[in-house]
């Protein structure tokens, strides 16, 4: 039964990266495809994915709020530990915005996949509102990472502030916060165009994984580092604040299957619109899909 939950989970985004991978050996498009999807996805898809999930999550109870302020907790640790690790070791600015994404950035597709199994529907309603709030704290993190490479703090923070996933981030919190439903002429619009925003990126990463000889050993070695503070750092910090705090038992579900998720499928499109290391965060998400079943397998027979 674990075994299919976790395989269920990842076997989703494993495929579409393999179809990506097919489609760019094969030549089925022209090479000038991908920089456009990837576009379309930082610029019209996901941003309305955002607006749409997150305006039309449910209300924050006790247990969301928990389950996000522990989160957050982890989220904002970890953030620090990478600033500070790739200070030390004068990390390129690329590479330091790809290993911070691949450290805090979710996969949601999997998340909520997990937990329509293992949860009730009434619980299930409170995972999905913890996805609306995480997917705006981990974007805004880094996003502040791909700002601060120089330049004032406002000029960093009016960047931040004006990019497409800030502004549909802040959009779907208003909405959520003010209970306002938007009518069917838009929501439905929007909920078509944010459909294409997870498999297309997965698709892409899938069409990225072709790394040069040369740099193959720098991506393996920065790619498992990163892989591992995403699937055995995050999950030990939030093992250990749960077991410290008194939280809700659902809350504390929700933390364990949050941190056991691999990167967020759409940091390679991230990663290609910002200036980031964009090959090393192929490998990121490609390696911490696979990599993930073996952490949702263990957190799924715990609970």
Same mark, same amino acid.
């Given at each position: =039964?674990?075994?299919?939950? /976790? ?29 456009? +999807?990837?576009? %379309? ?5 996901? $941003? /309305? ?14 247990? /969301? ?15 620090? #530990? ?21 450290s ?22 409170? +995972? ?5 709030? =995480? ?14 490479? #120089? ?19 802040g959009? #779907? ?15 439905q619009?929007?909920q ?6 997870? $498999? ?36 030990? %910090? ?12 659902? +809350? ?8 056991? %998720? $691999? ?16 090959r090393?965060?192929a ?21």
């Amino acid at each position: =039964m674990h075994v299919g939950t /976790a395989l269920a989970a990842i076997a989703p985004s494993f495929i579409l990266i393999l179809v990506g991978v097919l489609v760019r050996r094969c030549g089925w498009v022209d090479n000038g495809f991908w920089a456009g +999807a990837e576009k %379309l996805t930082h610029w019209v898809f996901f $941003p /309305a994915y955002l607006v749409h999930t997150i305006g039309s999550a449910g209300a924050m109870g006790s247990a /969301a709020r928990a389950t996000v302020l522990v989160l957050g907790g982890v989220t904002l640790l970890i953030t620090a #530990g990478v600033v500070l690790g790739c200070r030390y070791r004068r990390v390129l600015h690329a590479t330091f915005t790809s290993i911070m994404q691949g450290s805090v950035r979710f996969n949601s597709f999997i998340f909520l996949g997990v937990a329509s199994q293992l949860l009730s529907p009434e619980d299930y309603g409170v +995972a999905a509102v913890v996805v609306a709030y =995480m997917v705006a704290i981990s974007n805004t993190v880094v996003l502040l990472a791909f700002g601060n490479r #120089g330049g004032s703090t406002w000029a960093v923070l009016l960047k931040v502030c004006l990019n497409p996933l800030i502004l549909a981030s802040g959009l #779907g919190l208003a909405l959520n916060l003010s209970a306002v439903s938007l009518p069917a002429a838009l929501g439905q619009p929007l909920q078509a165009l944010g459909a294409p925003a997870l $498999p297309l990126s997965l698709i892409c990463v899938g069409a990225a994984l072709q790394f040069p000889r040369a740099e193959f050993a720098r991506l393996c070695k920065t790619g498992l580092l990163t892989a591992g503070i995403r699937l055995c750092l995050f999950p030990l %910090l939030a093992y250990g604040l749960i077991s410290t705090w008194s939280v809700p038992p659902l +809350a504390a579900t929700l933390v364990l299957l949050y941190s056991v %998720l $691999p990167c967020a499928s759409n940091s390679y499109v991230l990663a290609t619109q910002q200036g980031g290391d964009h090959r090393l965060m192929a490998f990121v998400v490609a390696v911490s899909t696979v990599l993930s079943f073996v952490p949702i397998f263990l957190v799924a027979g715990s609970l």
